[in-house]
């Protein structure tokens, strides 16, 4: 068992990470169903192919925010605050002088959009190369500032950062709802997301500056000197954020060059489910990252292995109950929610699913421990190895099955890089075996999710879904069975009694 201060706070933290993906979540299903219901086809392409190019702004930090984030969790144990402020001083003039280049790569993209990306005939391109701009120079001057949100992280200061997340979110929701209920198209909405996320970033860089009094960015404090150190550690976290963005993006880029720009709408709705299961899911993760950095600088070997293990087991029980639901009502939700039908959709939509749930179970935690526990290069190795794999896969089964074969170059690579290297150095890691993995972490949490899946099944065979209230009953229904299961055979005998302790004392003070 963990020590009892850490595990109360990783678990305040990931309370406070559900409220926000909770209220996250129920924007999506409304924001998404408004612009994808107000939008064109090709105009609700467009805004998905705009997030997912410069969602590849990411790549231009060459692994330096992963570096910071873990910097500053040392720190907090080391106390070298002079070599820390010219880390976070060199990285951040870095990240001003890649904006500069996002902005100049924006600008040469929109001169040639028409050669790049399969447009329809009647597609207004000045006005789509207009958007493109404002959304990749915006991005561009967002971009420096993208530091502090690396920093929090770091301080492991989740609850104020979901505060900020959960009012950037309200208002973008309020803010393009009304811009599509009027009548305005993507452009304006660009321009309303852009100067949201810029406000966004400057309340984060107080509250930085705020927790860390002893923090001091200045150019005089810029040190060439730190990159060698710091690409020991950022190259290799570079390398995986990058082939992270291939498996995970580029599947739209993919469909729009060898497909249609339309083709992407239908496919941005299947991923749009996988990446909301994977926010859903990942939440107790954020903690994972600075907590196994700070572990790791002090040394406490032993309790990193068996937080490992334990937030794998943990994965597994959130990613398993929500998994069930989504794949057995698959179809009544896209009908129900956005009037999709659309056989191909549909099928991309399961397959990406149960890819995300093979990461999320068996493969999520092992990489955030490994990345603070020195594993970099292995794992990097590995990501470019996936990424190559599933990008051939994608490219040429897209010509013979459509954007269902994209979505099996996701999961086919994936699954492989579970079996074959996650687990194995996983229980290296750990210093246990494989055997002993799945006994702690994984075999309970099978044979439950199998058994909750098939009491599930034959429910839908007797009450399936016809409308929202109808749909949120049978995952009503599903998580119920499950948390019972799991409650008498999933749980051991401490947790099941401090369990019930915790529910005596607060039923003693209502």
Known sequence: MPDTGLRKKMIGNTIANYVKVVINFIIAIFLTRTLFMGLSHTHYGMWALLWTIFGYSVLLDFGFGTAVQKSTSEVLVNKNWDWYNRLVSTVFFNYLLLAVALAGITVLLSFHMESIFQLEENVDLEYMRKTLLIFGIGSSIVFPLGVTMEILLGLNEIKLRNMITI???????????????????????????????????????????????????????????????????????????????????????????????????????????????????????DNLRPVAATLFESKQDKKLAKILIESNRLQGFIATMIIIPLLIYIEPLLNIWLELSDPAGIASALILLFSMYIYVFFRSSSVYVLLMGDRHRKLAKVALFECTANLVISIVLIHYIG??????????????????????????????????????????????????????????MVFFPDNFLQLLISFAISGSIYLVLYFFFGIYGWERKQFLG???????LA
């Open 502 to 508: 915790f529910v005596k004392r607060k039923l003693n």
């Open 403 to 460: 954007i269902i074969g994209v979505a099996i170059g996701t999961i086919v690579p994936n699954v492989l890089m579970a079996i074959f290297f996650n687990i194995p150095e996983g229980c290296r890691f750990s210093s246990i075996t494989i055997k002993e993995f799945f006994k702690q972490a994984i075999w309970r949490t099978l044979w439950i999710g199998a058994l909750t899946a098939g009491l599930t099944y034959l429910v839908s």
């Open 167 to 285: 009012i950037v979110s309200i208002v973008n929701f309020i803010l393009l709802f009304t811009l599509v209920k009027l009548g305005y198209s993507i452009m304006r909405m660009a321009i309303a997301t852009i100067g949201l996320n810029l406000v966004a970033s400057i309340v984060q860089t107080y509250f930085c500056f705020k927790k860390i009094p002893k923090l001091r960015v200045s150019l005089k404090l810029y040190d060439w000197s730190l990159m060698k150190d710091v690409m020991s550690f950022s190259f290799f976290a570079y390398i995986i954020i990058f082939t992270n963005m291939i498996i995970f993006r580029t599947d739209q880029i993919t469909i729009s060059i060898f497909g249609s720009v339309s083709l992407v709408a239908i496919y941005q709705i299947a991923s749009k489910l996988a990446e909301n299961f994977k926010k859903f899911t990942t939440q107790f993760l």
